[in-house]
T-cell receptor, first 114, second 109 residues
Framework: IAGITQAPTSQILAAGRRMTLRCTQD?????MYWYRQDLGLGLRLIHY???????GKGEVPDGYSVSRANTDDFPLTLASAVPSQTSVYFC?????????????FGPGTRLTVL | GQNIDQPTEMTATEGAIVQINCTYQ??????LFWYQQHAGEAPTFLSY??LDGLEEKGRFSSFLSRSKGYSYLLLKELQMKDSASYLC??????????WGAGTKLIIKP
């Protein structure tokens, strides 16, 4: 079944630890995104990639890094986790050749940093 | 700054009609999206408006007025499964989505 997968589903992490959230899509979409969603706030863009080999910073990039080695994978790394990074993280992808270019979302990763 | 405003919560009755409003102020405009998000799940795409007017898709319709920076999502014949959060998002001049905080819709029998 085509779509986006994320791993892990949830994670509890000690502050200071390094963590990589995985995201894979099989729709051959050129663009991919990482968001965080916090209660009472809209989705906030962390990083994005318009095509394989390129990445860009979103609204809240500090403390996070990404890479886009190929079309399908877009991992998000927290170099040294802090409690303020406790959130639900969503990966999304879109096809910029379409009319609306709507974004399709993965199931999310619930991350708790203690 | 960029801002998307929508009500925090609304309550409606099963079988009725509800209108969820969204106002926006963004740097540029390249389309407005509505997404549905059930609790604990990912957002799913509902509608897209780039020109003024009404777009109808089954029980759901979305309206846009670019001059007023305003959109609404209209849900007809409400069903219990429509209980969810509804997210308004605007694509800005950088082709990035700016998201509202969402409207939690509660449907009562």
């Amino acid at each position: 079944i085509a779509g986006i997968t994320q791993a892990p589903t949830s994670q509890i992490l000690a502050a200071g630890r390094r963590m990589t959230l995985r995201c894979t899509q099989d729709m051959r979409h050129n663009a991919m995104y990482w968001y965080r969603q916090d209660l009472g706030l809209g989705l906030r863009l962390i990083h994005y990639s318009n095509t394989a080999g390129t990445t860009g910073k979103g609204e809240v990039p500090d403390g996070y890094s990404v890479s886009r080695a190929n079309t399908d994978d877009f991992p998000l790394t927290l170099a040294s986790a802090v409690p303020s990074q406790t959130s639900v993280y969503f990966c999304a992808s879109s096809d910029s050749s379409g009319t609306s270019n709507e974004q399709f979302f993965g199931p999310g990763t619930r991350l708790t940093v203690l | 700054g960029q801002n998307i405003d929508q009500p925090t919560e609304m309550t409606a009755t099963e079988g009725a009609i509800v209108q969820i409003n969204c106002t926006y102020q963004t740097s540029g405009f390249n389309g407005l999206f509505w997404y549905q998000q059930h609790a604990g799940e990912a957002p799913t795409f509902l509608s897209y408006n780039v020109l003024d007017g009404l777009e109808e898709k089954g029980r759901f319709s979305s309206f846009l007025s670019r001059s007023k920076g305003y959109s609404y999502l209209l849900l007809k014949e409400l069903q219990m499964k429509d209980s969810a959060s509804y997210l308004c998002a605007v694509r800005d001049s950088n082709y990035q989505l700016i998201w509202g905080a969402g409207t939690k819709l509660i449907i009562k029998p």
